[in-house]
């Protein structure tokens, strides 16, 4: 297939990036490649603005917008500014405050508000993700942090606390929103009808390539309604069973070149 028919977005976190954040060299020949061909490549990640940037700026040197948020913004780095985004909603303060007194000191919340990473709750599960992304949070109080703006909020925990806390949140009591496990230690809320499936379509819509054929891949289950929705879905072997019983195809892990697989194989179709 030719690239210049191919719109293709790709999740971070267990899939383009290794074990260790990095990007292998052959994903990245793979990707110069094909947007050399006159493919379309960008990200679909869970993180926010300012975890999101450094990969995708100063990295990947993107020059077409990304879906961040899990789907509740796309936004333009070129152009400094989002393109689209939906918001969470007052609800989700009253939800933090109420996880939080059921849960006492176990869980961190970090609160994305569009640029802004506010850490009105930490633990140490969220303190040792904000040192490994290098960011610098805004610990204000839960009342100080400012109405409006808010795209989702992330509880960080042991994985154990954090099944404790799905498990309460299914039972009721936590709707109008969208609830999704993104990481093991991580489980997010998002706006109602949001995720990257969503935000996949905001940036096909903006940019105008609906009849390009559409590739995802990811890793976790956040991803799989985007995998689902795609022309062709692509699941990394280190994927969640369920991610890949969506996908239409299974590649190499994320630390083997997971992303040149997916490019070869569109070359071949």
Partial sequence: MDFNKVIFMTDLDGTLLTDDKRILDKDMSAIKRFREGGGIFTAATGRGYAMARRIVEDVLHLNIPSVLFNGAGVYDFKQNRFLWQCEIGS??????????????????????????????????????????????????????????????????????????????????????????????????????????????????????????????????????????????????????????QAADLIVCDNNSGAISEIIDYIEKL
């Fill in 91 to 244: 609800i989700a303060r009253e939800y933090i405050r109420r996880l939080n007194a059921m849960f006492p000191e176990k869980l961190g919340f970090e609160v994305l508000h569009e640029q802004t990473v506010f850490v009105p709750f930490i633990n140490q599960t969220e303190q040792e993700h904000l040192e490994m992304e290098s960011v610098v949070p805004d610990r204000r109080p839960l009342d100080d942090i400012p109405e409006g703006g808010w795209l989702k909020f992330v509880i960080a925990a042991e994985p154990s606390d954090l099944d404790e806390v799905q498990k309460k949140v299914e039972s009721g009591g936590f709707e109008d929103v969208q609830w999704v496990r993104s990481a093991p230690h991580y489980f997010e809320c998002l706006p109602k009808g949001v995720d990257k499936s969503r935000g996949f379509a905001e940036l096909i819509n903006i940019l105008g390539v609906e009849n390009r054929f559409s590739v995802a891949a990811g890793d976790f289950m956040n991803d799989t309604a985007m995998i689902q929705k795609a022309n062709l879905g692509a699941a990394v072997s280190n994927a969640q069973e369920s991610v890949k």
